[in-house]
């Protein structure tokens, strides 16, 4: 039997031993809760939707049979799959991009001195606190054929009435509205903290050198928030691709709310609902979802890949100007 020793090679008693495996288990121990709630809700989840997507699985008789990854083949060849995918893509990109510039211009006009600034970084949440449904309740009768608010006001300028849910980019501009008065103020907010955790000196430095306020932002402010930026940019692209609760209540009345009359805003999980809990075929929806989940990952490591290279030109570019001119560096 091997005895635990010292480096003297006296003997360590039980507590000794026990407070050593102590040392190097409790770390361990600390972390374990997240992965073991993670392996039970997040990783069993998806293990078994693959599970699913591998049959023909109705969703009252179950388990039908095995059918490989003819799921996927047919998904693939579907072309209202097709469709929910072009019409996801651009609701994601017309809220995105102008959700994540106003998110940041908001958040640098709050990080500025200004009087109740707790009431205005409060305010700017409030969006964020109304229910998805009560959002998309209000945003549909604004936009209402022919006499929504939009249209109204359109109207005094002598403009014709918008086909808001008839038309597929007004439709999906209507969406994008939606999920932009909904998120920026909530990412705003977290661009605001990170900006806030820039050290000042850094900007005293910029103002003594005779930096504008502009140059300060774009070379100081958003360089140093670039891992919060980020991780704004990947979590917007999740949200926005995994958008389901706006199309679905936008025109509730129109074909049962399946993304209008002619799918024209069906988005991807809109399209999955509709195949598990209309058509009852839970196999081709798990492939579904396995497909979105694919794509969303394929366009998460685009956006970091694209800000890493924007982030290392702009560094390279630095590096260029301080080789060429370093008197710029010294001060007197």
Do not use: C
Not at 98 to 110: H, M, N, R
Not at 112 to 123: E, I, T
Not at 178 to 195: C, D, F, P
Not at 234 to 259: C, H, K, Y
């Amino acid at each position: 039997m091997l005895r635990t020793t010292t480096a003297k090679g006296q003997q360590l008693t039980w507590r000794q031993r026990l407070s050593m495996a102590d040392l190097k288990l409790s770390p361990y121990l600390y972390i374990s809760p997240f992965f073991i709630l993670f392996a039970i809700v997040g990783l069993f989840p998806l293990i078994y939707t693959f599970w699913v997507s591998m049959h023909e699985w109705h969703l009252l008789k179950g388990q039908v049979e095995f059918v490989g990854l003819g799921n996927f083949a047919t998904t693939l060849t579907d072309r209202f799959f097709w469709n929910s995918v072009r019409n996801t893509m651009s609701i994601f990109v017309l809220s995105a991009v102008p959700q994540l510039i106003a998110a940041t211009l908001i958040a640098a006009l709050l990080d500025r001195s200004l009087r109740g600034a707790s009431f205005w970084r409060m305010s700017v949440l409030l969006p964020y606190v109304v229910t998805p449904v009560a959002t998309a309740l209000i945003f549909s009768s604004i936009f209402g054929v022919p006499t929504g608010l939009v249209n109204n006001i359109v109207g005094v300028f002598g403009v014709e009435a918008i086909e808001w849910k008839r038309n597929v980019m007004e439709s999906h501009l209507a969406i994008a509205t939606m999920v932009n008065w909904r998120w920026t103020g909530y990412n705003a907010l977290i661009l605001l903290a990170a900006m806030q955790a820039v050290p000042r000196e850094l900007h005293e430095a910029a103002v003594i050198d005779g930096a504008s306020a502009v140059r300060r932002f774009f070379s100081v402010t958003l360089p140093s928030i670039r891992p919060t930026f980020i991780f704004v940019l990947v979590t917007a692209t999740i949200g926005g691709l995994q958008i389901f609760a706006e199309p679905r209540l936008f025109d509730v009345s129109n074909a049962g709310g399946i993304g209008g009359s002619d799918r024209q805003f069906q988005t991807t999980v809109l399209y999955l609902w509709e195949m598990a809990f209309f058509r009852q075929n839970l196999g081709r929806a798990a492939a579904i979802a396995w497909l979105l989940f694919l794509l969303i990952v394929l366009i998460g490591l685009v956006n970091v890949g694209l800000s890493r290279g924007i982030a290392t030109a702009g560094e390279n570019r630095t590096r260029r100007k301080r080789r060429f001119w370093p008197w710029k560096e010294t001060r007197t």
